[in-house]
């Protein structure tokens, strides 16, 4: 599926220089249920994008899973609306920059057509995205097996079982004809993170005393996204707490046997606040 290149290309401001040092590793903490459905919506789709090369029936069973969980999260009545409304206030901030010679006027347009369309498209529907998906049989009777441990095998669900036996050339058909249910979300969601990640971000520079961090946040912004960046290696992981007023920011020693512990040394990071 082709996506949408943004208008202006641009690397975080203030960032620049840590980025020629080293990779960052960018931990992202939304601030509204939309911009965390996106998030979800984003990783399910990185599953199956890996998953579409494992054509064996193990991966096509687990696409399957992938597919019921974009299902299931997708299940929201206000989910369209919501969509719709944010699609159509970005297209409008986008369109002030119009007039601005950095900003090539082809890429904005387009830009501007597909998040119009998209946002029409959502509004016009009356059904749930992927209606057609919860009307297959095969599907809807997954939903419980495949949430059981070990489910899905021959003693329960022996269609399902069949099905995985079929050529992979038939099952990679019709998962892409499933998939293909979500292409308008997944569109949808790539550009309102795209936008959110590169057109309107701000980065800079912080210092977490022994592990910590705090800052009160201005109420009246309308922060959707924030971003934690640390240089590739760094012997740290956070952990970020957010409210419309405040945000903290306590930084860990990894440790996946025991509870994880607070940094007691400063630590240099970079933070990028991103505005609808």
């Known amino acids: 599926m082709e996506q949408s290149e943004l208008a202006l290309e641009r690397p975080i401001a203030g960032t620049e220089s840590l980025m020629n040092v080293s990779d960052l590793i960018t931990y992202e903490q939304p601030l509204n249920e ?3 459905v996106c998030l979800r919506i984003e990783q399910l789709f990185l599953e199956s994008d890996h998953l579409m090369e494992d ?6 069973r687990q696409m399957v899973i992938v597919i019921l969980h974009l299902l299931q999260i997708l299940e929201r009545t206000d989910l369209k609306a919501k969509l719709a409304k944010e699609l159509s206030l970005q297209a ?7 007039q601005s010679e950095e900003v090539d006027p082809i890429k ?3 830009l501007l057509d597909q998040l119009s369309s ?18 297959i049989e095969l599907l809807n009777s997954l939903k419980l097996h495949l949430a059981t441990p070990g489910g899905g095998g021959s003693f329960d669900t022996p269609l399902f079982y069949y099905w995985l036996q079929e050529p992979a050339s038939k099952r990679q058909a019709t998962i892409q004809s499933w998939l ?3 292409d308008s979300i997944r569109l949808a969601s790539h550009l309102l993170l795209k936008l959110l990640r590169k057109e309107i971000t701000r980065g800079h520079p912080k210092n977490a005393i022994r592990g910590f961090y705090q800052e009160l946040l201005d109420a009246q912004s309308s922060l959707r996204l924030i971003r934690v960046m640390l240089p590739a290696g760094t012997q740290a992981f956070p ?3 957010l409210s419309r007023h405040f945000m903290s920011i306590r930084f860990l020693l990894p440790d996946i046997k025991m509870r994880a512990t607070q940094l007691q040394h400063d630590l240099s990071f970079w933070l990028a606040y991103c505005n609808g």
Not at 55 to 60: I, K, V, W
Not at 92 to 98: C, F, G, M, N
Not at 118 to 135: H, P, V
């Open 118 to 135: 998209l946002s029409q498209n959502f509004i016009a529907s009356n059904c749930k995205i992927a209606q057609n998906l919860r009307e």
């Open 92 to 98: 409008q901030s986008l369109a002030r920059l119009e």
């Open 55 to 60: 054509s064996s029936p193990l991966g096509t």
């Open 239 to 241: 952990e970020i707490s």
């Open 108 to 110: 904005l347009q387009r």
């Open 180 to 182: 293909a249910e979500f």
């Open 34 to 36: 939309l911009t965390r």
